[in-house]
């Protein structure tokens, strides 16, 4: 009943202060490849990882992945994923996605949501991972509640059901279960920094194994581009041939210059025989998107799904 990705964000009334009246049937992006403009500096920049002989063991990577078109991705990907890990605590946005489930492509679906991350001290968790999320469309869904705290509720989510009809029921759902996975491509459970840039690695790594020549991987660097007026790092990926091991024909990337993180995430699937465009199978857009608001238990417990 729930999203995840590369995925978010009483929010309701916290997202009218942002100014969100109208809600837009689509979030515009565009890559400037010729226009200049002046960077943005973020306070604290990512620093270089390096990817030594045991990160290419346990990632079974081929001898000379190092050359493949593909290592600036993984690179960047975990560097991204280390400062998020050092500098975000928590954040909160407005997710605009779509999905393809069963085959079928989706209405854009608008959730605002706030997500903390898991703190550790030691093996001793101190604050657990934690995400809550309201539907504000489309009308089927609208005044949904979700709400999920890593331990509790049995490990499942509370879910206040939202829409026209019994809107005020709310139900414990596995994450992972048939009924949770007929609304999302993704378990609530994968929301988190950590699960986001856990994907990118190993998605990227598999991409790799699996086309250890690189003839089969495409992939481009847009410095210039915007997501919703925001300044981005777009990273696409093709792979031109479809084989049965890719998960992709196309992937595309944005990533916030200021804040280091995916704000965008598209994937497409090879056209059908006979077809140039390729099938869109699900996009990812955050927005409105705000790292370290002070997220507390009181964010997280089951009052918020009465709108307390």
Known sequence: MMAGAINSMALYGCLLTYGIGVLPAEVGVMNERTAVHPPLLAVSLPKKVRLDASFATRHRLPQGWESHPLAPALRLARERGAYLREHVRDFQCLLVKRERINGQLRKYEYLATKVRREQRQGDVITTPYSVYTVFLAPSRVRGRRVLYVAGENEGKMLVRNGGARFNYITVKVDPNSATAMRE??????????????????????????????????????FHNARVDKRSCLHLRVVHPKQHDHDAYHIANIYIDNLLHMPIRVESYNWPPEGEDEPILMEEYTLTRLQLNVGLTDADFTPAVLEGK
């Open 184 to 221: 999302s491509r993704y378990p609530i459970t994968d929301f988190g920094l950590e699960s986001i840039t856990r994907r990118l690695i190993d998605q990227t790594t598999a991409d790799i194994r699996n086309d250890p020549t690189g003839e089969n991987s495409k992939v481009s660097f």
